[in-house]
C-alpha cells in the first residue's frame, strides 16, 4: 500500500502554509526594499538614529494612550480593568510630569550613546546584508533567543538591584509608583536603566547576529511588554499585569 494516502492529508496544509510565508515574504521583502530606497542604505543611520526613533516613538504612542486613559478616566468602560481601583484616577499632573522628564533624560542621555555602541558591537561582530531580510523561520528562532536572554537578564539585574546595598540609591526610584501607569516603565535610575532594561534586550540581537528590520521587531514587542506590565490594567486578550503590579504594590 502507497504511504501517499498517509502523507497527502498532511501535505496539502503544508504546501498552502509554505505558499502563504513565501508570499507574505515577497510582501515584506518588496516593502523593506521601499524603504531603503527611500532611506539609504547607511547602516548607522538605520541601526542608531533608526533604533532611537522607533523605540522613541513606540514607547511615547502606545504608552501615551494609556496614559490618557488615566488623564481622562475615559473610556469609562476599561475603568473595571484597572488592577488597583482608585489609584491614578486621575493621575497626577505634578508626579507625570516628573516621569516624562526622566524618562526623556534615560531615553537621549543613555540610550542614544547605547545605540551608537551596539552599532559599533554589531560592526564588530560582522553586519548582515540590508537588503536581504531573513527568513519567516530564522526570525522566529531569534525572537525566541532574544525573549530567552532577555528574561534572563532582566530577572538576574533585578534581583539585583534589590540588594539592601542598592536598592536604596538605585532601584528605589522605580518603585516610588506603588500603582505604576505605563510611561512608568523606563523611569528609573540610568544605570537601572542601562543595565536592566537596555543591555538585556540587546544581548539576543548581538549574539545572535541580527538583521537591524529583526532587532526593531524585538525592539517593538519588547517595548509593548514593558507598557503593558506596567499600565495598571488587566486588559482582556492582553498578557496579565497583575503580577507586576503587585511587586510595585508590596516592595517599596
Not at 498532511?10 to 502554509?17: E, G, I, N
Not at 523593506?32 to 504612542?61: A, C, P, Q, R
Not at 528609573?188 to 547576529?209: A, K, Q
Amino acid at each position: 500500500m502507497s504511504n501517499s494516502i498517509f502523507y497527502e492529508p498532511f501535505d496539502l496544509p503544508v504546501r498552502h502554509l509554505q505558499r502563504f510565508w513565501g508570499a507574505s515574504g515577497d510582501f515584506w521583502q518588496s516593502q523593506w526594499d521601499k524603504f531603503l530606497d527611500i532611506t539609504g542604505e547607511d547602516d548607522f543611520n538605520l541601526w542608531v538614529i533608526g533604533t532611537t526613533s522607533l523605540m522613541f516613538l513606540v514607547y511615547w504612542v502606545f504608552g501615551g494612550l494609556y496614559t490618557l486613559m488615566d488623564i481622562t478616566n475615559k473610556p469609562a468602560a476599561l475603568r473595571r480593568y484597572k488592577i488597583q481601583p482608585g489609584t491614578n484616577e486621575p493621575v497626577d499632573n505634578k508626579r507625570l510630569m516628573q516621569v516624562i522628564s526622566t524618562v526623556l533624560f534615560n531615553q537621549f542621555v543613555v540610550g542614544i550613546p547605547m545605540s551608537m555602541a551596539g552599532y559599533k558591537l554589531m560592526t564588530y561582530r560582522g553586519l548582515v546584508p540590508l537588503r536581504e531580510l531573513p527568513t519567516f523561520h530564522w526570525v522566529l528562532l531569534e525572537l525566541a533567543v532574544c525573549i530567552l536572554i532577555e528574561e534572563l537578564g532582566f530577572y538576574y539585574s533585578h534581583r539585583f538591584l534589590h540588594n539592601k546595598y542598592l536598592y536604596k540609591y538605585i532601584h528605589k526610584q522605580h518603585h516610588e509608583w506603588t500603582a505604576p501607569i505605563s510611561v512608568t516603565a523606563v523611569y528609573c535610575h540610568p544605570l537601572e536603566h542601562f543595565f536592566s532594561n537596555l543591555l538585556p534586550p540587546f544581548l539576543g540581537v548581538f549574539i545572535m547576529g541580527s538583521h537591524v528590520a529583526t532587532a526593531w521587531l524585538w525592539f517593538f514587542l519588547a517595548i509593548l511588554s514593558t507598557l503593558n506590565a506596567h499600565s495598571g490594567y488587566h486588559l482582556p486578550f492582553f498578557p496579565s499585569s497583575e503580577a507586576h503590579d503587585f511587586h510595585h504594590l508590596k516592595f517599596t
